[in-house]
């Protein structure tokens, strides 16, 4: 069956950096792109970017232009997620999820999720 | 790009039907048919439960129906029962070919 699964919970310090890895399996993984969400503790969601696993473009949230970068190893069928210059406030639950096949911006299968914590 | 305005809880008793609001923009929710919606349980990932406004994904009940006017969108769950009470995210692409969010709505079965 389709899976995506996440890398292990982080501890950082403000200002390092911190990169999520997102292992598919069960489908083609150049066929998809991949939408990076996250939710801090009690929040809501937040579209974060995509990347296209067929080709490697991108598309980033304004709010986090510069600090993010979203890739993909084609070898592997992983995509990975980097945020530079952590703060307190990306505290968060970072989630992989699958474009879907049918509505490319309907997130059809989800990672179970990486807890990042930033801390002095 | 603003977060999508929803309600923030909205509640009912089993059987009953309900409704949960999604406004945006004409930049986003009305410029659009590529409006979603996502189940969330605590501690859970969020799952799809309607696509482009109206559509199901496959396994999903049909007790949860999509609709749009305008530049609000609605998820409706009828006949409600126990296993729904969770949280409910819309999600929209918008103009400038991102994708943005509602607050959510955390819906209480009485």
């Known amino acids: 069956q389709v899976q995506l699964v996440q890398s292990g919970a982080e501890v950082k310090k403000p200002g390092a950096s911190v990169k999520v890895s997102c292992k598919t399996s069960?489908?083609?993984?150049?066929?998809?792109?991949i939408n990076w969400v996250r939710q801090a503790p009690g929040q809501g969601l937040e579209w974060m970017g995509w990347?296209?696993?067929?080709?490697?473009?991108?598309n980033y949230a304004q709010k986090l232009q510069g600090r993010v970068t979203l890739t993909r190893d084609t070898s592997t069928s992983t995509a990975y997620m980097d945020l530079r210059s952590l703060r307190s406030d990306d505290t968060a639950v970072y989630y992989c999820?699958?474009?879907?096949?049918?509505?490319?911006?309907?997130?059809?299968?989800w990672g179970q999720g990486t807890m990042v914590t930033v801390s002095s | 790009q603003s977060a999508l305005t929803q309600p923030a809880s909205v509640s009912g008793s089993p059987g009953q039907s309900i409704t949960i609001s999604c406004t945006g923009t004409s930049n986003d929710v009305g410029g659009y048919n590529y409006v979603s919606w996502y189940q969330q349980h605590p501690g859970k990932a969020p799952k799809l439960m309607i696509y482009?406004?109206?559509t199901r994904p496959s396994g999903v009940s049909n007790r949860f129906s999509g609709s749009k006017s305008g530049n609000t969108a609605s998820l409706t769950i009828s006949g409600l029962q126990a296993e729904d009470e969770a949280d409910y995210y819309c999600?929209?692409?918008?103009?400038?070919?991102?994708?943005?969010f509602g607050g959510g709505t955390r819906l209480t079965v009485l």
């Open positions: 990347i296209s696993a067929y080709n490697g473009h991108t």
């Open positions: 069960g489908y083609t993984f150049t066929s998809n792109g």
């Open positions: 482009d406004v109206t």
């Open positions: 999820a699958r474009g879907s096949s049918f509505s490319p911006d309907a997130f059809d299968i």
């Open positions: 999600s929209s692409y918008t103009a400038d070919t991102t994708r943005v």
